[in-house]
Structures are given as structure tokens and as C-alpha cells.
């Protein structure tokens, strides 16, 4: 039976009483989420209230209709009886339906969070990770919203609540009926660190902090660097046993002047000493963000020196770039892959690489080149010509050139961790830190 | 089956059943189920309440508390009382989280049967009595739900919840600082209070209607603001401590990694805080555009609507505003707007610079928005309006068709305000008529070639000659500007287009369309005098030929700000069911007193600052690293030697 017919069959007693309540009572936060595919086929949906019609998705399709690219679809679409606020990650659009005023990114931030969950369950958030595990997806959105309104969204509690599946505890399960579900309802929301479960234990106590940065750059046709900026994350692995109470201090703590925290991490503490204070979540978590962008502290890992050019009323043009690093402190730039979308007239591109490999999408004009690791000694470069298409004049449109790349063992912020002190508990525990930079949007305007 | 939206209302006996079952999954996974299709099968549902009847009695509170909540997700009007007492009894309940689960299941009773309101309120003020964090949120989240109107229920409370927030959960305090904000507003006085009666009186002098009869009235409102600027000098504003206190502690949570707090602390700082105060929200402000663009579509819309009226606060970020050829053409909008409010005489060279760099994007819309932008600079800032409108120019001879059409569109608009400087300008725009297929362009083209044919009287004529000739083939918008343009010459200069004129008359009055027919119509009765036309023909060149304003230029996120910042209605900008407006400033604040809350321990002491903070009991977690800092220390070893033991975690 199709749910249309379905919603006539509840008669008139029902749909009166419907029209009182939407008076009455401004039905607040998230009423539904569908789960929309790239084809457009809603693959998941989830009520937390009275059941919404699908119908309600037509004015995203419509939305999607518009929109000239997937991420063009506005955010928030509003429908006669409803708003809907959607998300888009791993290609898949999580749509909220809302009946009544409720701060968007409230229920922005709280989709992003049923993603980061997802991922953190299933390893992937795909469409098939989510319809294979559909009773666990429909048991973690149960806990993550009451009514509507956020309940437990802190991942240590909800894999107290539901444990996350494996291959091995599927086997298990399969094999003694019992279920991934926690025997125990979770201890955390019960105590005043809510984002920590009482009684972990461990053989091996480990704390582990990876300060991860990426460095967006905007470089123009001179050279001359437009926008510098870091971003950075310390994310940390900590398996401690008992209620650890960390300290985390830097030697360059001036640097972080823009900072959100995980709520474990004590404000005050910080604003007064400068020292990360806190009790951790067990497991993963990510314990801080930042961000640096006064131009004189960030240095650019790597130069370019290219030159593109077309000549008019020649059906050819010239491609040659170089790659070079810079203000590395010896430590090797690696993974290295430049891309650039071509002007629409280029027809095909001759190239000749010195290092790696090169592709042109003749179709969507992209050109990537996998580089490698950059050699100081012998710098890699591409060169060669570009063919334009017969009869088309010298392109007026900017290819950008987009460059990607790790470097290991360094944060390009020059930040360092001073010490980690642990109180509290009793044991040594294993510590461990790790610097790297990436690249995150690094840009030269040609 | 549910999760594919397919009805399993059939089933529904056999799922109830296993209501009781033992294995805790099935016993979810029931649940699911009998909460989604209970309104369906009265009858059958209410077979499952005793088995919930009895996990409220429960001795451990987190079976107590689940019992609970799926008792109150259950829609059946008949269990209304059941749901009622069982509220009633988990709001005294020894268990916060229980206590914290009645407060969720306020709402869900309230929709199901809004009669019971009184009884819910008295239980929400009894929850809001409450002094853990666990509670905070979720009771207030209630309040806002049930009776937002009830603010003194609120008074009692209110530091209470000040000192707490930094410990609620991050949902719980995008509620919490949302209904403060609110309150603020109706208990305390606009710290801005001076800025606003001297905009209002420099409002004043500009005789804002203009007209003469408004004279004597805008005369004795001047005095009156007058007396009561006066006023204001001669008693010093000075701010409660209890709006202090609402900012000191709302400040911290601009770090918070949650877009929603953040937003939520700044939209009270820009609605509350002195002005001077509120540009330490601009850093997190900028801080939330490097996370998803969903978060960053929101956060420009507020961002938007700030920058028009304190501009001076994201001045500094300027070019975190730049645009990335990598954003989504809706984000490169946005930005634009925001590039474009802050926009002044000091930076707009640079964002000039910048703006030519996205003129040769591969993204169409964008550039198209571009030079909109680059229009409404012009507009704002005289200084550099010869400058864009040379821009401009250049761009007409751009190889891309869309880019010329828009720019003459902007300056058309531009020309409007000077026009008799530009008739070289105009002059190049006619030309182009040969070439540019586009119907705004051409359209707005003949239209300025109308407007002032004065200042090319020769080229005029014949641009209609042309037009007469492909009027035929013209899309409708353009067809209705060839009519204009001949109306207008005919009139300034009927000698040389009398024929042209009256030949494209005749083609319009057997045009397809009507409302061209009836424009032909319409301009033959005015300009073509007969003796059948009437008084109206006589004044045929004061109506064509009027003098018309310049359009203005204004962002669409002006006076957005009446809408509290961070909501849908202003995302909407548009009212949205159940906001609640952001009520003005009082004029003289009410009792402070009423904050006071009777503390027997404590006797009474001159300064309110320090009562406060001694009265509210010290929130457990931030607050009391302070004093009771970690004593012992398990290891204190140096980063610098575990680098080395720990080499493999290097690679």
C-alpha cells in the first residue's frame, strides 16, 4: 500500500486534530530526515515525530533541478508546510524537515554530526554502508535525537549505547544471537564529564596526538601570494585507563589565537595559562581546531614557476611548469599532484613530464599530473604545447593551478607540542606526537 | 521496512508483542515501531503501556528513564493523564537524567494536547529550579516550546542559568543563550543607547519625509530628542551587572567547535553587547568559513546582514572574504555581497583589483555577479565611479556575450545618475545593438538611447531605423523598448522618425503578444493627437520625458537585522512559524530586583556583583580547575625525550 492512499484512509477526526496541533504548538527542531542519493532515489527516512509524506522531497528534487552543481543546492528550501535543510557529504544529501522556526545550523552542525557517525561506525558513509547496516543506522538516529531534539551525539557514549559493528562481532552475533546492542545503558550521560564512559580499562595505557596541518594559499599571476592561511587540528588517540586529567602545553602557545575547542578542554584554564586542561574522551577525538593567518608566520612549502600562454590566431599554446620546494626545513615534500581545468578551446595537450605521469581529460579539461616526491637536486617540471580546437580564438578565461602534497615529521606553523602531563591516575602511560602538513587549497591564479 | 517508507501497519499486533521480550535489541527495535504507527492502532498500542507502566517504577534510573521517553513519543490521546503523572513524578525524580528525560517529554505532551498547558508550565518551573547542567538545556528547550511568553518564570533563574551554561551540553546552549538573548532584552537597557538618539537626530535634520506640513512636527521631535540626548548625557549609562554577566559568560563559547554555539554567542553579542564590544565575534565569525559550505552559506547570510550595520568589525578580514575559484557559485555570491558592504573609500582599490581577477572566471553566474557588485561599489563610493564605469566599458568588449549584456545592464543603471557626462558612452552602447543578442542588454540599451536622446540626436534615429527593421524578430522585452524609443523621439524629434515611428506602431498593433498590442495602443493615443484623444496627449512629453531618480543599489540584506541573527526567519527573511520576535530595547529598565534569589546561608551585602557570584553554586567541571588544580602527577616526562622512544609512530 502506498503511503498517499494510506494518509487519505486516516479520515477527517485525524486531520482536524493535525490543524489544532500546528496552531497550538510550534512543533520545534528536526521532524524528519531522507536520505537522497545522486540518481535522486530517497534510499532512507526516519520520522521522529508524525510521519511526513516523501512528497515533501519534490521541492528539494526541484532545487536539485536548478542548481548547476550538486553543491549549488541551497541549504534551506522552504516548502509551503515545512523547511528543509539538507547537507551534502560523500555525495549523499541528508535531508532535514522542519516545521517551524529552529536556528539552521543547529540542525546543520547536527547532520554533519549523524555523517561523522556514520563514518566513525561504518568506515565509509556510502549508500551501501548504510543500507547494510540499516538497524544499527536506525538505532544510532533513536539515540541521537528525542522528539526531535539532540539526545547523545558524543560518539563515546553512543558506542556505549550501540557497539559498532565488525566482522568479527557480526560473526559472533550470528553465530550466538546476541545483539550489538550495549547491555548497559551508558554510564557517561549519568556523570559530569558526559563525554567520558566510566570504568575504561586497558593493558596498554597510550595517548597519542596528531597536530595536522593544511596550508591554504592563494598565489597570483606575479607571484606575489594573495592569502596565506593555516589550518590546523590536533586530533588524539588516548586509551587511558581510569579518569586521566591531561595537561597539553606548547612551547609556541602564542601562535594559537584562534581556536575552538572539544568541550572536554577547560576554557578558563586556557585563557589564564595557555595550557590544554582536560579530561579526554576515550578513543578517538578531535581535542582542537585553529587557525593562523597573519601572513608574516606562515610560510609556502612549495614554489611554482609556470608559464601558460596562447597566442592570438595561433591554434597552439605553450604549457611549462616547475615545481620547487622551499622553507621545508629539509623535511621532503611527497604525494605531490598538480591539476589545472584548461580553457574550454584546449583541444588536447603534448606534454612531456620529467617525473610521474600526466593525464587530460579531453572532455571536462582537466589536466593532472602526478608528481611524486620533489626532488631539491633535479626539480620535476611538465612541458610541452597545448592544441586549441580549430577556429577557436585565444581563450580569455584564468586556469588556476591546484596543487596537493604532504609533508611528514613538520607543522608548517612552526607549532610544537612542550609536554603532556597526566594526573589523576597512577601508571605510566605511552605518549606520542606527530607533526604533518598538507596542502588544503593552494592556488596560483595564472 | 519502516526505514524505506513502506507501511508495516500490518504487522502491528504481532510486533506489539514483543514489547516484553528480554533481548534488548528487539525490545528497540519494538519500540521503533510502536511509536511510529501508536497513532494508527489506538487500541492495540495501548496493550504496551503497562509493560512501560512498569519500567517507571523501575529501580535503576536509566530503565526509568527509557520507559519514560517512549511512553511520551507514543501519540494516543487517551494516555494524555498516564503521560501527565508520569511527567509529574520524573520531575521530582532523585536521577537528573530522569529528571532531564520529563523535561524532553514536556513538548511531545504539550503537541498532543495543548490543554495541558498549565500543569506543564508548573512542571517546567519546577525543572527550571533545577541546579544541574544535565537539566539546563533540555528545561529550557521546554520552556521555549511551551510558554516563551512566560518570561518570569525566567527572573529566578536567570543567573543560575548564566553560571551554568558553560557546562551544558552544546545543544542545550544554543537554546539557552537564545531565550537569554530575549530576555535581555526585555529586562535590560540598550547599551547603545547614546549611538542610537544621535543616528535618530541626525535622522531628524535631513527631514526625513521632506514635506512642509511635517515641519512642526519634525521641529518638536528634534527638541524632544534634543532633551532626551540631553538626558542621557546628564545620567551616564551604566550596564546591569546582570547583562555583564550574561556577556562574560557567553564569551568563552565563541571557542566552542559547534557552528551552532558559536553563531548562537554571537548573535547575542551583536543584539546585547556595547559596540565596542561586539568585534570579538568577527574572528570566530571568519573561523566557521573554513567548515562545510552548508555552515558557510548560513554564516555569510549573518555575516551579510552585520557588515551593513557595523562594518568596521570584519574590516580586518577583508580577504577572508576573497573568493576561491574552488567555492560553490553560491558561496562566491555571498561573499561577493559581503566584499561589496565593506566596501570604502580606503579599501575599494583593493577590492576592485580583486573583483577583475573574478571577471575572468569560467563561472558565468559569478561573473554576472560580479559586476553587479562592481555596479553597486560605483553606486556607494563616488570617488571611484568613473573608475568602475571605464571598467565597465572596457568589458563590452569582452568575446563572452553574457558578460557584455550584464554589463550594460549596470551601466545603464550607472548612467542614470550622470548622464549628461557620458554621451560617449552612450554612443558605444548604440553600436553595440549590431552585435549583442541578449534581450536585458538590448532592451536596456534602447532604453538609455530613449531616455537621453538629447545627448545623441544623431545616432537615435537611426538606431530605430535599424530596430524597425528586425523589430519583428525581437524577443518581447526588447519589442516593448523599440516602442519606447520611438515614443520618445517622436515627440523630441518628430521630423526625422514620424514614418519610422508610425511603421513600428503598425507592427506592434498586429504583434502576437497583448500587452505589446496594447502598448502600441497606448503610445499612438498619447503621442498621435486626434480628435478623439483626450486632455492626456497634451502632456505626452512631460510623461515620456519625465526626469527619472536613479535607481538605488541597495544590498537585499538591508534592515535584515530586525530579525534575530542565526534564525530561519532571517535566513528567510521572512517570518517563520513559532519565532519569536526579538523585542526592543525598554525604555527604562524594570526591577532588577527580581533577579535576586533568597539565599538563607547568605546576608546581604552592598555590592550586587559579588552576591551573584557567590550565591550560584559553582558550576563542577570549568570552574573548579582554578583552586583544586591536579596535586599529583604520575609522570612528567618531556615531549622532546618520548619523541625519540616513540620513532615509529614518526613513520
Request: charged letters at 25%.
Amino acid at each position: 500500500m502506498s503511503k498517499h492512499s494510506h494518509h487519505y484512509a486516516l479520515g477527517e477526526g485525524l486531520l482536524e486534530k493535525g490543524r489544532n496541533y500546528h496552531f497550538a504548538s510550534p512543533v520545534k527542531m528536526i521532524h524528519s530526515l531522507f536520505l537522497i542519493n545522486a540518481s535522486g532515489d530517497i534510499f532512507l527516512e526516519k520520522h521522529w515525530k508524525s510521519v511526513v509524506s516523501r512528497s515533501v522531497c519534490d521541492y528539494f528534487f526541484e532545487a536539485q533541478e536548478r542548481a548547476t552543481e550538486p553543491e549549488n543546492v541551497p541549504p534551506v528550501i522552504p516548502t509551503p508546510h515545512h523547511y528543509l535543510i539538507s547537507v551534502l557529504r560523500h555525495r549523499i544529501y541528508f535531508v532535514a524537515v522542519i516545521q517551524s522556526e529552529v536556528p539552521p545550523l543547529f540542525v546543520i552542525e547536527f547532520l554533519h554530526r549523524v555523517v561523522d557517525t556514520f563514518q566513525d561506525y561504518f568506515g565509509v558513509c556510502t549508500e551501501a554502508a548504510i543500507k547494510d547496516n540499516v538497524v544499527v543506522v536506525y538505532e544510532l538516529l533513536e539515540e541521537m535525537l528525542d522528539n526531535g531534539f539532540p539526545l547523545a551525539t558524543e560518539s563515546n557514549i553512543l558506542k556505549e549505547l550501540i557497539k559498532p559493528p565488525t566482522i568479527l562481532r557480526t560473526m559472533v552475533n550470528t553465530i550466538t544471537g546476541s545483539t550489538n546492542v550495549g547491555e548497559q545503558l551508558p554510564t557517561g550521560q549519568l556523570s559530569v564529564v558526559p563525554w567520558r564512559r566510566t570504568g575504561v580499562k586497558y593493558t596498554n595505557n597510550e595517548a597519542y596526538f596528531d597536530v595536522v596541518e593544511e596550508i591554504d594559499v592563494i598565489i597570483d599571476k606575479s607571484g606575489s601570494t594573495i592569502t596565506a592561511e593555516i589550518q590546523g587540528v590536533i586530533d588524539a588517540c588516548v586509551k587511558l585507563t581510569g579518569m586521566p586529567d591531561l595537561t597539553l602545553s606548547f612551547m609556541n602557545p602564542r601562535l594559537l589565537d584562534d581556536v575552538s575547542f572539544h568541550p572536554c578542554v577547560r576554557f578558563k584554564r586556557w585563557e589564564a595559562e595557555r595550557i590544554l586542561s582536560f579530561i579526554p574522551p576515550d578513543g578517538n577525538f578531535r581535542l582542537l581546531s585553529y587557525h593562523v593567518s597573519s601572513q608574516n608566520l606562515v610560510a609556502i612549502p612549495v614554489y611554482v614557476k609556470h608559464n601558460i600562454t596562447f597566442r592570438e590566431g595561433s591554434s597552439q599554446g605553450r604549457f611549462d611548469l616547475t615545481l620547487g620546494p622551499k622553507q621545508t626545513m629539509g623535511k621532503a615534500v611527497e604525494s605531490v599532484l598538480v591539476s589545472s581545468q584548461l580553457p574550454r578551446g584546449v583541444l588536447n595537450a603534448n606534454l612531456n613530464p620529467s617525473q610521474g605521469t600526466y593525464t587530460f581529460d579531453p572532455v571536462t579539461k582537466l589536466l593532472s599530473w602526478d608528481v611524486g616526491k620533489i626532488n631539491p637536486q633535479k626539480l620535476p617540471s611538465l612541458k610541452g604545447t597545448m592544441n586549441l580546437q580549430a577556429g577557436a580564438s585565444k581563450p580569455d578565461e584564468n586556469p588556476t593551478i591546484n596543487i596537493q602534497f604532504k609533508i611528514q615529521q613538520m607543522a608548517i606553523s612552526g607549532l610544537k607540542v612542550n609536554r603532556l602531563d597526566m594526573y589523576g591516575e597512577k601508571y605510566k602511560p605511552f605518549k606520542g606526537i606527530k607533526y604533518m602538513t598538507k596542502a588544503g587549497k593552494f592556488q596560483l591564479l595564472y | 521496512m519502516i526505514a524505506r517508507g513502506k507501511n508495516a501497519s500490518d504487522l502491528f499486533p504481532a510486533v506489539v508483542k514483543n514489547v516484553a521480550c528480554k533481548n534488548i535489541e528487539v525490545k528497540k527495535l519494538v519500540y521503533v515501531y510502536l511509536v511510529r504507527y501508536a497513532e494508527e492502532q489506538q487500541d492495540l498500542a495501548l496493550l504496551s503501556i503497562s509493560t512501560f507502566q512498569r519500567g517507571l517504577k523501575d529501580p535503576n534510573q536509566l530503565i526509568r528513564a527509557s520507559a519514560l521517553r517512549v511512553l511520551s513519543s507514543i501519540r494516543v490521546t487517551i494516555i494524555v493523564p498516564i503521560m501527565m503523572l508520569a511527567i509529574k513524578e520524573a520531575a521530582s525524580d532523585m536521577s537528573p537524567y530522569v529528571r532531564k528525560t520529563a523535561a524532553h517529554a514536556i513538548p511531545k505532551l504539550y503537541s498532543l494536547d495543548p490543554e495541558q498547558k498549565d500543569q506543564l508550565i508548573e512542571v517546567i518551573e519546577k525543572l527550571l529550579a533545577d541546579k544541574t547542567t544535565l537539566v539546563a538545556g533540555s528545561v529550557v528547550m521546554a520552556f521555549e516550546e511551551v510558554c516563551p511568553e512566560r518570561i518570569d518564570l525566567i527572573h529566578k533563574n536567570y543567573r543560575k542559568l548564566c553560571n551554568l551554561l558553560i557546562d551544558v551540553e552544546e545543544w542545550g546552549q544554543v537554546v539557552i543563550i537564545n531565550m537569554l538573548t530575549r530576555y535581555a532584552r526585555t529586562q535590560f537597557l540598550n547599551p547603545n543607547v547614546n549611538e542610537a538618539l544621535l543616528e535618530e537626530g541626525g535622522g531628524g535634520d535631513k527631514t526625513f519625509y521632506g514635506s512642509d506640513e511635517d515641519e512642526d512636527e519634525d521641529e518638536e521631535e528634534k527638541e524632544n530628542k534634543a532633551e532626551a540626548a540631553a538626558m542621557a548625557k546628564r545620567k551616564p549609562y551604566v550596564m546591569d551587572p546582570d547583562h555583564r554577566l550574561l556577556l562574560r559568560n557567553t564569551k568563552p563559547l565563541l571557542q566552542s567547535r559547534n557552528a551552532a554555539v558559536v553563531m548562537a554567542v554571537a548573535q547575542l553579542y551583536f543584539h546585547l553587547a556595547p559596540k565596542a564590544e561586539v568585534g570579538v565575534i568577527a574572528k570566530a565569525l571568519v573561523r566557521l568559513l573554513r567548515s562545510h559550505s552548508e555552515v558557510q552559506y548560513v554564516v555569510l547570510q549573518n555575516v551579510a546582514t552585520m557588515t551593513i550595520k557595523r562594518r568596521g568589525m570584519f574590516e580586518p578580514y577583508l580577504k577572508s572574504f576573497y573568493i576561491r575559484s574552488t567555492d560553490p557559485t553560491q558561496i562566491k555570491i555571498l561573499k561577493l555581497e559581503v566584499l561589496t558592504n565593506l566596501a570604502n573609500e580606503t579599501n575599494i582599490s583593493t577590492i576592485l583589483r580583486e573583483f577583475q581577477t573574478y571577471i575572468k572566471s569560467m563561472d558565468k553566474d559569478f561573473v554576472a555577479a560580479t559586476i553587479q557588485a562592481i555596479g553597486r561599489c560605483a553606486t556607494n563610493i563616488g570617488e571611484v565611479r568613473d573608475t568602475c564605469l571605464n571598467g565597465l566599458v572596457q568589458l563590452l568588449s569582452n568575446r563572452d556575450e553574457l558578460v557584455v549584456a550584464e554589463s550594460v545592464v549596470v551601466i545603464k543603471k550607472l548612467l542614470q545618475m550622470q548622464p549628461e557626462k557620458h554621451s560617449d558612452i552612450i554612443k558605444h552602447m548604440a553600436k553595440l545593438t549590431d552585435n549583442i543578442q541578449v534581450p536585458m542588454a538590448r532592451a536596456s540599451i534602447l532604453w538609455l538611447i530613449g531616455e537621453y536622446c538629447e545627448h545623441v540626436p544623431k545616432i537615435a534615429p537611426d538606431v530605430l531605423r535599424k530596430m524597425a527593421k528586425s523589430f519583428t524578430n525581437e524577443e518581447d522585452i526588447v519589442k516593448l523598448q523599440i516602442l519606447n524609443l520611438a515614443a520618445k523621439l517622436y515627440l523630441t524629434n518628430s521630423k526625422q522618425t514620424k514614418l519610422l515611428t508610425q511603421y513600428v506602431l503598425n507592427l506592434a498593433k498586429y504583434d502576437q503578444n497583448y500587452d505589446i498590442r496594447d502598448r502600441a495602443r497606448f503610445i499612438r493615443q498619447l503621442i498621435v493627437p486626434t480628435e478623439k484623444s483626450g486632455a492626456l496627449s497634451k502632456y505626452a512629453k512631460k510623461l515620456f520625458l519625465a526626469l527619472k531618480p536613479a535607481p538605488v543599489l541597495e544590498s537585499p540584506f538591508k534592515d535584515r537585522d530586525h530579525f534575530q541573527l542565526g534564525s530561519l526567519s532571517h535566513l528567510l527573511n521572512a517570518k517563520t512559524g513559532g519565532y519569536q520576535e526579538l523585542p526592543e530595547w525598554p525604555e527604562t529598565a524594570p526591577d532588577p530586583a527580581v533577579r535576586n534569589v533568597e539565599v538563607p546561608e547568605w546576608t546581604k551585602c552592598s555590592s550586587r556583583e559579588k552576591r551573584k557570584e557567590k550565591k550560584v553554586e559553582k558550576p563542577f567541571y570549568s570552574d573548579s580547575e582554578g583552586d583544586s588544580g591536579p596535586t599529583e602527577s604520575a609522570d612528567s616526562g618531556n615531549m622532546e625525550l618520548w619523541h625519540h622512544h616513540n620513532i615509529f609512530y614518526h613513520m
